[in-house]
């Protein structure tokens, strides 16, 4: 069995939730009363925020490295990186990176394409949703992605940082998210919603929602425990 290298803490809710979900995952897949082995370095989420919104990229790419290394030293086998910001310079670290990483964005491209989809929007933070580093792998599968308008853009991000992110999660909010998706739909008839903030699935993980939604969190886990237990 590989051990997993976790890098944590942004934010502390979806790390959370990467725990429970790799361990039941991997029970389901493994049902003899044995767990997963992982190691989690949980970052400093400031930190690493204010590096991206000072377009510092190299400054966040030497801090993942950083913690990366921490995690490759306590034992680590691969890794993975849990949020989807940081993936604005997943292809730098992971050339740099002493374990192999698996790309959150990669994973969420190979589950829209097993479920046909060809028409997302896109849903995360202001630097998830306005960086290139999302339509540049899916733009190669052939799938479109589509924003919500600037407003609605504000929206997402303002309560991703200012509540969901604390743990904060409040029916309204719900509410506000899921009338962005149906505008997305009307205006632009797409096939479902890319959850490309961790935290999202949290507050919009209700089946009875009005589209499909990708879920990057449960994705990018079931990649990860498809590791832990490859030969």
Partial sequence: ????????????????????????????????????????????LTKGRDLI??????GVTKYL??????????????GL??????????????????IPLISIVECACQA??????????????????QGEFYPKVFSKAGIELVLPDPADQDYIDNKYFTELVPGKFLPETKAGLLAIVDRLKE?????????????LPLILRDPNN???LLDTMKIHA??????????
Avoid: C, W
Wanted: glycine share 8%; aromatic share 6%.
């Fill in 1 to 44: 069995m590989k051990t997993l290298g976790m890098i944590g803490g942004v934010g502390p809710e979806s790390t959370i939730e990467y725990y429970r979900t790799i361990i039941a995952l991997y029970r389901e897949r493994k049902p003899d009363g044995s767990y997963p082995q992982m190691i989690i370095n949980s970052i400093d």
């Fill in 53 to 58: 919104a000072a377009n510092n990229l190299s």
């Fill in 65 to 78: 490295l950083d913690e990366i290394r921490k995690l490759a030293h306590a034992g680590a086998d691969f």
């Fill in 81 to 98: 990186i849990a949020a989807n910001t940081p993936h604005i310079v997943f292809d730098e670290v992971a050339r740099e990176s002493p």
């Fill in 112 to 129: 829209a394409q097993a479920r046909a989809l060809k028409k997302l929007g896109l849903f995360g933070t202001r630097f998830t949703m």
């Fill in 187 to 199: 205006k632009s008839d797409i096939d479902s919603v890319i959850l490309a903030g961790t935290e």
């Fill in 210 to 212: 009005t589209l499909p």
């Fill in 222 to 231: 079931e990649a990860a425990v498809a590791e832990i237990l490859s030969q």
